[in-house]
């Protein structure tokens, strides 16, 4: 595709219920990124993939995140037994390179989550 | 916490006028980024500059790296009012982003 697309663009679930964001990154782009965003700060890093492999999940705030690129494409952000302060963007992006090192990243429009 | 921290935190100008935001890291780095946001959009990349560049220019975008203090500055000359958004540098070995500076241009 054109550029990073990420589905669905809008979830509303109730607290409790879980919830997977996909993320289908630029093809050819080997690292793939997952940030949090509440309005009115900068992007929060989550977890970042090279190829398949999770390269650093220091950012996932707790165990009920979890991430996933099975086949070095497509990734799937999974919130668990969500909870109001989940609520906030979650943005993907993606590099061409590994780890971003030189090369920018691609921003897609983003998932808007409201756990009710 | 993040790498990159980016001040002032707001920035109001009248079109025209250059504006002036900065950026501070704490470890080495390969390289520093800048992006923008509109307002509820996704982030753009702007520019990326080198450790060993000094200085980088892209239309009206300056950008300069002073690696000895860890700190980027970003300058945007003959502002416009369609350059109101929030600005971010991010660096290659921690793609985290500080809060960003927000850029109003007043017409």
């Known amino acids: 595709g054109a550029g990073v697309s990420q589905s669905p663009?809008?979830?509303?679930?109730?607290?409790?219920?879980?919830?997977?964001?996909?993320?289908?990154?630029?093809?050819?782009?080997?690292?793939?990124?997952?940030?949090?965003?509440?309005?009115?700060?900068?992007?929060?890093?989550?977890?970042?993939?090279n190829y398949e492999a999770q390269q650093d999940k220091s950012g996932l705030p707790n165990d009920r995140f979890s991430a996933e690129r099975p086949e070095g494409s497509i990734s799937t952000l999974t919130i668990q037994r969500t909870e109001q302060r989940d609520s906030a963007m979650y943005r993907c992006a993606s590099s061409l390179l590994a780890g971003g090192s030189l090369y920018e990243q691609y921003f897609g429009p983003g998932t808007r989550l409201t756990v009710t | 916490s993040?790498?990159?921290?980016?001040?002032?935190?707001?920035?109001?100008?009248?079109?025209?006028?250059?504006?002036?935001?900065?950026?501070?890291?704490?470890?080495?780095?390969?390289?520093?980024?800048?992006?923008?946001?509109?307002?509820?959009?996704?982030?753009?990349?702007?520019?990326?500059?080198?450790?060993?560049?000094?200085?980088?220019?892209?239309?009206?975008?300056?950008?300069?790296?002073?690696?000895?203090?860890?700190?980027?500055s970003l300058l945007i000359t003959a502002s416009r009012a369609a350059d109101t958004a929030s600005y971010f540098c991010a660096t290659d070995n921690d793609m985290r982003f500080g809060a960003g500076t927000r850029l109003t241009v007043k017409p």
């Open chain 1, 9 to 49: 663009r809008y979830k509303v679930t109730k607290r409790g219920q879980d919830v997977a964001l996909r993320c289908d990154p630029i093809s050819g782009h080997v690292s793939l990124y997952w940030y949090r965003q509440a309005l009115g700060q900068g992007p929060e890093f989550l977890t970042y993939f």
């Open chain 2, 2 to 72: 993040q790498q990159g921290e980016e001040d002032p935190q707001a920035l109001s100008i009248q079109e025209g006028e250059n504006a002036t935001m900065n950026c501070s890291y704490k470890t080495s780095i390969n390289n520093l980024q800048w992006y923008r946001q509109n307002s509820g959009r996704g982030l753009v990349h702007l520019i990326l500059i080198r450790s060993n560049e000094r200085e980088k220019h892209s239309g009206r975008l300056r950008v300069t790296l002073d690696t000895s203090k860890k700190s980027s």
